[in-house]
């Protein structure tokens, strides 16, 4: 998905020192006084009449606190301008985009709803055909709400163009539309059109790479990952500090923890207090925490501050999970309750997009994998991905349907991703359903990705 784009440089004039206190000259001094500031006059007007450099202003580091302020400064400019051109949708529609971009950068289920209402406001004046379809569509794409684009993005793209720009915006969408439904071949075709046209292009850049990554071609993903970040000319660090993140999660992904920290660091000293890179720097240092234990309390206070700015129920789970690997049952059931909470609501609110993480919630802490199946399934049918596959094939094997699983992973596994996580659960269906030959093959393939995988004891 393309990342949010937001202005982000401060900059602030040097602040003087303070002034030094005057003194009072004696009678006796008042000649020389007076040949002194005569002196000192001539100094000044030979000084004045050098050109003199001007003050370099002093750049402020960017972070997410001071990007979300100039977002919040765009939002309240362009609200202004929707309600004086109250029959506009234009206005209607260029304001939500950007409270998009705000739910975007903070994660708040909130920031979704408020950008909900004005995208509906915004059907409810001007011709009754014209509205921000387009703007509709990406917000159902964010909230997996992938039954509900078609109609709207068929809408907003009625209208023939020869406009470069929005040619490109139309091929993305398309694309990254058809990677969520699992339609492989034609998201790739459609990324590779895209970097042909547009060859520094970022967001095809990064999507393109997604495509090599979770496909397991990790030689093919960097190289285009490292294009971007090279080519990248904006103003706004926003969108580089996400490339390196990416870069971190795909290192991740191959159990290179101390590279894919050295990457999440990149990503932080572009933004400062960004959750999005402090929650998978809280991760590593966890994963780091096995062999050194003031990594682990690292972690702890990282997870517990980035719990307070965001209420996630993901990281209560981390937490519960720091907890009972110290064997501290007590702590982790008081935060598995509050997650279970958390995403109860999220679920009650904006389902589709609390299935896939909600799932992995109930799927590892909960008590009713009839549940848990009941969401994979639903999540499945929204956007039948590989890695929504695999969710369901583990829901079903949790739920002792050995079988469906099987089906269900050897449809992931016909599709050209690859992951350590999908054959380790290849692994644990085949195991299941009696056939260890292709369980251990399973096994190694998984821990030829990521040499770091926890797989059951005795595998």
């Given at each position: 998905?393309?990342?949010?784009?937001?202005?982000?440089?401060?900059?602030?004039?040097?602040?003087?020192?303070?002034?030094?206190?005057?003194?009072?000259?004696?009678?006796?001094?008042?000649?020389?006084?007076?040949?002194?500031?005569?002196?000192?006059?001539?100094?000044?007007?030979?000084?004045?009449?050098?050109?003199?450099?001007?003050?370099?202003?002093?750049?402020?580091?960017?972070?997410?606190?001071?990007?979300?302020?100039?977002?919040?400064?765009?939002?309240?400019?362009?609200?202004?301008?929707?309600?004086?051109?109250?029959?506009?949708?234009?206005?209607?529609?260029?304001?939500?985009?950007?409270?998009?971009?705000?739910?975007?950068?903070?994660?708040?289920?909130?920031?979704?709803?408020?950008?909900?209402?004005?995208?509906?406001?915004?059907?409810?004046?001007?011709?009754?055909?014209?509205?921000?379809?387009?703007?509709?569509?990406?917000?159902?794409?964010?909230?997996?709400?992938?039954?509900?684009?078609?109609?709207?993005?068929?809408?907003?793209?009625?209208?023939?163009?020869?406009?470069?720009?929005?040619?490109?915006?139309?091929?993305?969408?398309?694309?990254?539309?058809?990677?969520?439904?699992?339609?492989?071949?034609?998201?790739?075709?459609?990324?590779?059109?895209?970097?042909?046209?547009?060859?520094?292009?970022?967001?095809?850049?990064?999507?393109?790479?997604?495509?090599?990554?979770?496909?397991?071609?990790?030689?093919?993903?960097?190289?285009?990952?490292?294009?971007?970040?090279?080519?990248?000319?904006?103003?706004?660090?926003?969108?580089?500090?996400?490339?390196?993140?990416?870069?971190?999660?795909?290192?991740?992904?191959?159990?290179?923890?101390?590279?894919?920290?050295?990457?999440?660091?990149?990503?932080?000293?572009?933004?400062?207090?960004?959750?999005?890179?402090?929650?998978?720097?809280?991760?590593?240092?966890?994963?780091?925490?096995?062999?050194?234990?003031?990594?682990?309390?690292?972690?702890?206070?990282?997870?517990?501050?980035?719990?307070?700015?965001?209420?996630?129920?993901?990281?209560?789970?981390?937490?519960?999970?720091?907890?009972?690997?110290?064997?501290?049952?007590?702590?982790?059931?008081?935060?598995?309750?509050?997650?279970?909470?958390?995403?109860?609501?999220?679920?009650?609110?904006?389902?589709?997009?609390?299935?896939?993480?909600?799932?992995?919630?109930?799927?590892?802490?909960?008590?009713?994998?009839?549940?848990?199946?009941?969401?994979?399934?639903?999540?499945?049918?929204?956007?039948?991905?590989?890695?929504?596959?695999r969710l369901l094939a583990e829901a079903q094997l949790a739920a002792g349907k050995a079988s469906e699983a099987k089906a269900m992973v050897e449809q992931a596994l016909a599709t050209p991703m690859r992951s350590a996580d999908l054959h380790a659960t290849a692994a644990a269906v085949y195991a299941a359903n009696g056939d260890e030959g292709k369980a251990k093959e399973h096994r190694a393939?998984?821990?030829?990705?990521?040499?770091?995988?926890?797989?059951?004891?005795?595998?």
């Amino acid at each position: 998905m393309r990342p949010v784009s937001i202005l982000l440089l401060v900059t602030l004039a040097a602040c003087s020192e303070p002034p030094a206190p005057v003194a009072v000259p004696s009678p006796s001094a008042e000649v020389d006084a007076k040949a002194a500031d005569t002196k000192a006059a001539d100094a000044k007007a030979e000084t004045k009449a050098q050109p003199q450099p001007k003050p370099k202003p002093v750049v402020v580091e960017p972070t997410w606190e001071s990007q979300l302020a100039a977002l919040d400064r765009r939002i309240e400019g362009h609200r202004k301008v929707a309600e004086r051109n109250g029959r506009s949708s234009l206005a209607f529609g260029r304001l939500a985009e950007l409270m998009l971009a705000r739910a975007r950068l903070t994660g708040d289920y909130d920031d979704y709803a408020d950008a909900e209402e004005v995208i509906e406001k915004g059907f409810t004046v001007g011709p009754k055909d014209f509205g921000p379809f387009m703007t509709r569509a990406r917000l159902n794409y964010t909230l997996h709400r992938l039954d509900r684009v078609d109609e709207d993005f068929t809408r907003a793209t009625r209208l023939p163009t020869s406009d470069g720009d929005e040619l490109f915006r139309r091929g993305l969408f398309a694309a990254n539309l058809a990677f969520q439904r699992g339609q492989y071949e034609q998201a790739k075709q459609g990324l590779q059109q895209l970097v042909e046209a547009e060859p520094t292009a970022l967001p095809a850049l990064a999507g393109l790479a997604l495509y090599h990554w979770k496909a397991g071609e990790f030689d093919q993903a960097e190289p285009l990952y490292q294009r971007a970040i090279e080519s990248y000319r904006g103003d706004e660090a926003e969108p580089k500090a996400w490339l390196h993140l990416q870069l971190g999660l795909m290192d991740l992904d191959r159990g290179r923890h101390d590279e894919a920290l050295a990457h999440y660091r990149e990503g932080e000293a572009l933004i400062r207090g960004f959750w999005l890179i402090d929650e998978h720097i809280a991760e590593i240092l966890t994963l780091q925490g096995a062999t050194d234990p003031a990594k682990t309390e690292q972690a702890k206070a990282l997870y517990l501050d980035i719990i307070e700015r965001t209420g996630n129920p993901e990281f209560m789970d981390a937490m519960a999970g720091i907890h009972l690997a110290a064997g501290e049952e007590a702590q982790a059931k008081e935060w598995i309750a509050k997650a279970n909470a958390k995403f109860e609501a999220q679920l009650q609110r904006f389902p589709e997009a609390a299935y896939g993480h909600a799932l992995e919630h109930f799927l590892e802490f909960g008590d009713d994998p009839a549940k848990a199946l009941d969401m994979a399934q639903k999540n499945h049918a929204l956007r039948p991905n590989a890695d929504a596959k695999r969710l369901l094939a583990e829901a079903q094997l949790a739920a002792g349907k050995a079988s469906e699983a099987k089906a269900m992973v050897e449809q992931a596994l016909a599709t050209p991703m690859r992951s350590a996580d999908l054959h380790a659960t290849a692994a644990a269906v085949y195991a299941a359903n009696g056939d260890e030959g292709k369980a251990k093959e399973h096994r190694a393939a998984a821990r030829a990705i990521d040499p770091t995988i926890e797989l059951p004891e005795g595998e």
